[in-house]
């Protein structure tokens, strides 16, 4: 398997092992729907926490949260719709990200969990309520 992979799955355990820290409770991990992903679906007693996890090791240019640009938010956003929508669940839906720098040798230098890192974005047609047009 691909180096980037193996970084992806110890990013990811890492992020898992924090959350849970925090008090959050697991729902799913790499959930898959179709072409639709989801790094880790959290919860609390109020909220649905989507969590988007990228990994880089330490001297990377590009920081790790940086990689989540307004495509992927996008993206995300859908699959959480559609998670949502599936699971009929009625809570309402955080997007955070959380970002894991490794050393060289593997181990965590730095971890930063970014809540409300950006709002739901869905395309007109998948909105539940048409928005209104000025007349």
């Known amino acids: 398997m691909a180096d980037h992979n193996d970084r992806g799955r110890q990013g990811e355990e890492i992020a898992l092992k924090h959350l849970r820290q925090q008090g ?3 729902e799913a991990l790499n959930w898959q729907s179709g072409r639709r992903e989801l790094d880790i679906v959290a919860s609390t007693s109020r909220e649905l926490v989507v969590v988007e996890v990228k990994t880089r090791t330490e001297g990377f240019l590009l920081a790790p949260e940086e990689a989540v640009d307004a495509r992927k ?3 995300i956003s859908e699959s959480a719709h559609h998670y949502v929508r599936m699971y009929a669940i009625d809570l309402p839906v955080r997007f955070d990200v959380i970002s894991v720098v490794l050393s060289a040798d593997g181990s965590c230098k ?7 890192a950006f709002p739901l974005l869905l395309k007109r047609s998948q909105r539940s309520t048409p928005r209104r047009r000025r007349l």
């Open 24 to 26: 959050y409770q697991i």
């Open 73 to 75: 938010r996008r993206l």
């Open 110 to 116: 730095r971890i930063e969990h970014r809540e409300n």
